[in-house]
């Protein structure tokens, strides 16, 4: 048995969009700034994630750029052709649960405003 999963926390570089398919599945695809450290310098890796149905859906309610998350998942890789036919591979990580990882406070700032406070 092979095992594939990827655990990762960051924040966000941008506000997440939901998108429908042509089946009207929600999907949306966004990336996460992952520090790392190199020696003595800070370095970040900028990862790519993609999150469907109900999971979509709550990513683009709830999290916005700058917010820390978590994401648990598996990485994916496909090839698809670009506009001048070049072949090309792009890896990321199909989010199979998503986290706050940001202070309570921020979590608790985010349910007043959708509750209208």
């Given at each position: 048995?092979?095992?594939?999963?990827?655990?990762?926390?960051?924040?966000?570089?941008?506000?997440?969009?939901?998108?429908?398919?042509?089946?009207?599945?929600?999907?949306?695809?966004?990336?996460?700034?992952?520090?790392?450290?190199?020696?003595?310098?800070?370095?970040?890796?900028?990862?790519?994630?993609?999150?469907?149905?109900?999971?979509?859906?709550?990513?683009?309610?709830?999290?916005?750029?700058?917010?820390?998350?978590?994401?648990?998942?598996?990485?994916?890789?496909?090839?698809?052709?670009d506009?001048?036919?070049?072949?090309?591979?792009?890896?990321?990580?199909?989010?199979?649960?998503?986290?706050?990882?940001?202070?309570?406070?921020?979590?608790?700032?985010s349910?007043?405003?959708?509750?209208?406070?």
């Open positions: 048995k092979m095992l594939n999963k990827a655990i990762l926390m960051g924040r966000l570089t941008a506000d997440p969009e939901l998108r429908h398919t042509q089946n009207n599945i929600s999907v949306t695809s966004f990336t996460l700034a992952v520090d790392r450290t190199f020696g003595q310098d800070q370095q970040a890796d900028f990862i790519d994630i993609v999150a469907w149905r109900n999971t979509a859906e709550l990513v683009c309610k709830w999290f916005c750029k700058g917010m820390q998350m978590a994401v648990c998942g598996r990485i994916q890789t496909r090839t698809w052709e506009k001048q036919g070049n072949k090309r591979k792009s890896v990321e990580v199909v989010a199979n649960e998503v986290y706050f990882a940001d202070r309570k406070k921020g979590l608790e700032d349910l007043r405003e959708e509750d209208g406070e």
